[in-house]
């Protein structure tokens, strides 16, 4: 049983090199602020009131699931929440905050 622990604590508890898992955060990051990025062009034509995907069709496609969308009705507040959510992006992938930004 001793070999059995000492063997499970190393797994877990040695210390190692964070470099490989600071470079998959860096990679996830990059990654998702292309693919919110990508939505810039045509933030409102895709989520806006009269857009491809109005709130009535958000709501009714989400209808047992949270969707933050159906609380932002114009085109301002839809663009303040998508710099709001770049912004926690590039915070992410630079490393601060990472565990509110996660």
Same mark, same amino acid.
């Given at each position: 049983? #001793?070999?059995?622990?000492?063997? &499970? *604590? #190393?797994? &877990?508890?040695?210390?190692?090199?964070?470099?490989?898992?600071?470079?998959? #955060?860096?990679?996830?990051?990059?990654?998702?602020?292309?693919?919110?990025? +990508?939505?810039?062009? @045509?933030? /409102? =034509?895709?989520?806006? =009131? *009269?857009?491809?995907?109005?709130?009535?069709?958000? @709501? @009714?496609? +989400?209808?047992?699931?949270?969707?933050?969308?159906? &609380?932002?009705?114009?085109? /301002? @507040?839809?663009? =303040?929440?998508? /710099?709001?959510?770049?912004?926690?992006?590039?915070?992410? +992938? /630079?490393?601060?905050?990472?565990?509110? +930004?996660?």
């Amino acid at each position: 049983m #001793r070999d059995i622990g000492d063997s &499970w *604590n #190393r797994f &877990w508890y040695t210390g190692t090199d964070p470099f490989g898992l600071c470079l998959i #955060r860096i990679l996830t990051g990059l990654m998702a602020l292309y693919c919110v990025g +990508t939505f810039s062009g @045509e933030l /409102v =034509a895709w989520f806006g =009131a *009269n857009g491809r995907l109005p709130v009535s069709v958000v @709501e @009714e496609l +989400t209808s047992f699931r949270f969707s933050y969308l159906s &609380w932002f009705h114009s085109d /301002v @507040e839809l663009w =303040a929440l998508h /710099v709001a959510g770049m912004i926690v992006l590039v915070l992410f +992938t /630079v490393g601060l905050f990472t565990r509110i +930004t996660s």
